[in-house]
């Protein structure tokens, strides 16, 4: 006869031979050592409590199950997940790229993921999992190309609240004045220019729909 896993806060019915009928309670702790199979059941009208044997928890019925917490899949590189941003205030696209173990710079179970809008990189680290869904991957999807100066781009305004279209005129490098890999866009409208920090790259601009989408 297979005998049923009870956790703590499960709610049973119990069968008195005093009353002769099942009396409702809930697993308040599962014996370990001498006790181990055992339960112990805290009956909910009178407050007492009773451990069942290993042999008598065929007297138990279960009513409700607490939800048993289950173990989250580890990410894997070429995984289609989405991130949550801050500054946009949604969800956004984006594949694994790849994961660290302990290299001792990254925390182990970091992932780097590649934006599927612009093609900018970012690391997440495995206490940021809140901020990550994992979705199933509709089939094989195309790497964006990185930006390069020229291309038309999209730079999303705090001030209106969508995106305005722009064109990638220059990236910050090594030594000059700028800080390396950021980036200056000059707008379609009105034609002045701004640079963008690297860490806002990421959530801040994407490949210009159009081109996207023609």
Known sequence: MEIMAFAVGDRVETWSMTQSKFIEGTVSELGSGAKTGSVKISYTVGGFQKWIQP???????????????????????????????????????????????????????????????????????PTDLSEVRVHPSSGPEEVPEPIKTGDKIQVWSKTQAEWVDATVAEFGSEGSIRRKGSMKVSYAAGGFQKWIDPAEITESVRADAALVNP
Request: net charge negative; proline share 6%; no cysteine.
């Open 55 to 125: 042999d008598a928890l065929s007297q138990l019925r279960v009513l409700e199950q607490v939800e048993r917490p289950t173990e989250p899949k580890p990410i894997e590189p070429g995984q289609s997940i989405d991130v949550w941003s801050r500054t946009m205030d949604k969800w956004v696209e984006a594949k694994v790229s790849e994961v660290t173990s302990d290299d001792g710079i990254r925390r182990k179970g970091s992932f780097k993921v590649n934006y599927n809008s612009g093609g900018f990189e970012k690391w997440i680290s």
